[in-house]
Nanobody
Framework: QVQLVESGGGLVQAGGSLRLSCEASGGTFSEYSMGWFRQAPGKERVFVARVSKNIGGTYYADSVKGRFTISRDNANKTVYLQMNSLKPEDTAVYYC??????????????WGQGTQVTVSS
């Protein structure tokens, strides 16, 4: 079973940048698709970005397209989220996600503890 630890959150002014990292241990990292989700106060956790286990595919929420970039380093078992042109509405706790899908189509999700990102106006 994979364990995930996020880092890189913090306080930044609007228009600034942050880079989140998520380091995995346990499991076989290359077998997981990796993603980032976020949860703002009083709201549900929502999808931000995902990178496929084969690196070829990346997917983004419309709200972050063109500003955020997800990438992974399988050798170092780490996934990154580069966040540029940050807006106050990006303020949330950001969670790293590892996902496998069984042959029957069932998803198994693993989560990190989250890292706070606060964007001031």
């Amino acid at each position: 079973q994979v364990q995930l630890v996020e880092s890189g959150g913090g306080l930044v002014q609007a228009g600034g940048s942050l880079r989140l990292s998520c380091e995995a241990s346990g499991g076989t990292f290359s077998e997981y698709s990796m993603g980032w989700f976020r949860q703002a106060p009083g709201k549900e956790r929502v999808f931000v970005a995902r990178v496929s286990k084969n690196i070829g595919g990346t997917y983004y929420a419309d709200s972050v397209k063109g500003r955020f970039t997800i990438s992974r380093d399988n050798a170092n078992k780490t996934v990154y989220l580069q966040m540029n042109s940050l807006k106050p509405e990006d303020t949330a706790v950001y969670y790293c996600n590892a996902r496998t899908v069984t042959p029957s189509g069932r998803s198994n999700d693993y989560w990190g503890q989250g890292t706070q990102v606060t964007v001031s106006s």
